[in-house]
Every structure is written in structure tokens, then in C-alpha cells.
């Protein structure tokens, strides 16, 4: 079955620290992966995505993440984080089903920046 | 641009009521999309419509909940028994031309159901 997985619950970093949140996915076919951010207070938006090419996508506010293949892996980057990036992310991978589609989505992560 | 429009923000039920979500989407998105989120979980697709049309609704538990898009824009979601196990945050999404390529949401309602 198709399915994604955020392994780390929480993590908590220091302003201006790098990051990594881990995601794994399990798809049959070619993923369609994203990464959406839910801020406190805030609906979730779209941070980046991946269909295909350059496995280093680059998204809003510094964000990038690198699709692996062969680790099933879409893990999530930032170079120097800022206590604005507290939020929670989700990672997610398009499920295709005949002519349709739905996103299949992790628990998230819940990013902690302290100051 | 306004964005995802949902109402009411807050709902607090007994098992047994009855509750409806109402939500405006983007002008313009023809696809919309109703989620549940259970309190530390990701989101859970529940229905989605493209224009009027039901295009997948096979996660909604049709014994209680319904929902409907009838001119194709605003879209009301109703439980018509709430149990304790719906307790959620439910959420309400839009995009255009194509499921699911980038989602708008709103801001949710959050349920509880004592």
C-alpha cells in the first residue's frame, strides 16, 4: 500500500542551525511528492513539490528538499533556520487511481526553533 | 485574492448532534476537497468534487456524513450522529485544473465531540 512516513514526531533546533526532517515513501509507480507547512493559526500551504528532473527541489523561505530514489526518500532541508519556521510539516505523495488522484499524507513533523 | 473561506471556526457537540461546515473556495477552483484531521495526524481525504460532481467519496462514512457542492462553488459537509471518534479538525481545500496538483486551505474547524 502507498504510504509515507515522517519518523521524528518533533524535532526542536536552534535559530540559525541547519535541519533536516526526514520523509519516507512507499509508491509503486513514479512518486508525486510535496512538502506542505501548517503554521500555528494558518491553513496548510504548499512549501515545494516534485514531479520529475532535478531531484533537488527548491521551495519558499529556503527551503529545498532531494528526492532519492533509490532510498525512497524526500527529505526536507534548510540551511539556517529562523524561529518564524515553527510549524508543522507535512510530507505527502500523490496516489493515483484511474483518473483520479489523492494526496497521501505523513503525521508530520513538528518543527520547534528556539531562539 | 481571498482565500479559502470556512465557517464556523469552532463547534463543540454532544454525541448524538448534528453539525454542517460551510466552505468558499478560491474563485475560480473548480476541484474542492473536504479532510479530516485527528489531533497529531495528517490530513484524511474524506470527499472531493470537481465542479458539482462527486469524484471520490469512498473515505466518508455515508451513514452519517454528506456533503455537497450543488453549483459547484461553495460546498457544505455534514455529520448528522457525531460520535466521539469524530473529533477533528476538518478541513476544506481548493485548487484548479487538476486534483490535487497544489491545494489552498482554509483555515479549518475544529470539533469536539464530548
Known amino acids: 500500500a502507498q504510504s509515507v512516513t515522517q519518523p521524528d514526531a518533533r524535532v526542536t533546533v536552534s535559530e540559525g542551525a541547519s535541519l533536516q526532517l526526514r520523509c519516507k515513501y512507499s509508491y509503486s509507480g513514479t512518486p508525486y511528492l510535496f512538502w506542505y507547512v501548517q503554521y500555528p493559526r494558518q491553513g496548510l500551504q504548499l512549501l515545494l513539490k516534485?514531479?520529475?528532473?532535478d531531484p533537488v527541489v527548491q521551495g519558499v523561505n529556503g527551503f529545498e528538499a532531494e528526492f532519492i530514489k533509490s532510498n525512497s526518500s524526500f527529505h526536507l532541508r534548510k540551511a539556517s533556520v529562523h524561529w518564524s519556521d515553527s510549524a508543522v510539516y507535512f510530507c505527502?505523495?500523490?496516489?493515483?487511481?484511474?483518473?483520479?488522484?489523492?494526496?497521501?499524507w505523513g503525521l508530520g513533523t513538528s518543527l520547534v526553533v528556539n531562539p | 485574492e481571498a482565500g479559502v473561506t470556512q465557517s464556523p471556526r469552532y463547534a463543540v457537540l454532544q454525541e448524538g448532534q448534528a453539525v454542517s461546515f460551510w466552505c468558499d473556495p478560491i474563485s475560480g477552483h473548480d476541484t474542492l476537497y473536504w479532510y479530516q484531521q485527528p489531533r497529531d495526524q495528517g490530513p484524511q481525504l474524506l470527499v472531493y468534487?470537481?465542479?458539482?460532481?462527486?469524484?471520490?467519496n469512498s473515505q466518508l462514512p455515508s451513514d452519517r456524513f454528506s456533503a455537497v457542492r450543488p453549483k459547484g462553488t461553495n460546498s457544505t459537509l455534514k455529520i448528522q450522529s457525531a460520535k466521539q471518534g469524530d473529533t477533528a479538525t476538518y478541513l476544506c481545500?481548493?485548487?484548479?485544473?487538476?486534483?490535487?496538483?497544489?491545494?489552498?486551505f482554509g483555515h479549518g474547524t475544529k470539533l469536539s465531540v464530548l
Open positions: 468534487f470537481r465542479d458539482e460532481a462527486v469524484i471520490d
Open positions: 481545500a481548493s485548487s484548479f485544473r487538476g486534483a490535487h496538483e497544489r491545494l489552498f
Open positions: 516534485y514531479y520529475s528532473g
Open positions: 505527502a505523495v500523490r496516489d493515483n487511481v484511474g483518473d483520479n488522484s489523492k494526496l497521501i
